[in-house]
């Protein structure tokens, strides 16, 4: 198993631009995050799914949108890139029945300047 | 008060003390709890649940008060690899939805 995979692994946009951060993860999760992780601070939660076709807010959506049309993929979509969108982005996953354990993708980088 | 609070540290230990993190959780509702060890530049790895009972992994050693709302790790014999940043995760009433992370503990272990 490949886990959970992210591309691209680095990004610099310019302001105003668009983006699609892509996670897949091939554990047949049913939940799947994405988190965004500023230097001294913890992760924060921007979007979940709980399953294909069913997403929720977490706790900075603002200038993200998400889609869950499958099981395994997950995409971040960033309209207008503002510099407070640099960040490092983690998408995370995890079964929802026996165990609790986030599995993460190993993060992309974004720079918007 | 914030949901999970650490010390960010760092806590700067010589190889083979034992070194102990706290994390305090804000949700008395709270039903799950973590420790993650993230290392620099790379995402987050679950290092340990933490369990009513408390519980050990060789080195690790992880315990819940849940009547003053901490957790805490216990490291022993520390080793250089055991440099990292210690997250501590808490699952809230909500469900997974409700996914916490605390800012995380730095340590650096020293020769």
């Not at chain 1, 047949?28 to 294909?52: C, E, F, T």
């Not at chain 1, 503002?82 to 993708?105: D, K, L, M």
């Amino acid at each position: 198993n490949a886990g959970v995979t992210q591309t691209p692994k680095f990004r610099i946009l310019k302001i105003g631009q668009s983006m699609t951060l892509q996670c897949t993860q091939d554990m047949n999760h049913n939940y799947m995050y994405w988190y965004r992780q500023d230097p001294g601070m913890g992760l924060k939660l921007i979007y979940y799914s709980v399953g294909a076709g069913i997403t929720d807010k977490g706790e900075v959506p603002n200038g993200y949108n998400v889609s869950r049309s499958t099981t395994e993929d997950f995409p971040l979509r960033l309209e207008l890139a503002a510099p407070s969108q640099t960040s490092v982005y983690f998408c995370a996953s995890t079964s929802g029945t026996r165990s609790y354990e986030q599995y993460f993708g190993p993060g992309t980088r974004l720079t918007v300047t | 008060r914030k949901e999970v609070e650490q010390d960010p540290g760092p806590f700067n230990v010589p190889e083979g003390a034992t070194v102990a993190f706290n994390c305090t959780y804000s949700n008395s509702a709270s039903q799950s709890f973590f420790w993650y060890r993230q290392d620099c530049r790379k995402e987050p790895k679950l290092l340990m649940s933490v369990y009513s009972s408390g519980n050990e992994d060789g080195r690790f050693t992880a315990q819940l008060n849940r009547a003053s709302q901490y957790i805490s790790l216990l490291i022993r014999d520390s080793k250089l690899s055991d440099s990292a940043t210690y997250l501590c995760v808490v699952n809230g009433a909500g469900g997974y939805q409700k996914v916490t992370f605390g800012i995380g503990t730095k340590l650096q272990v020293i020769p």
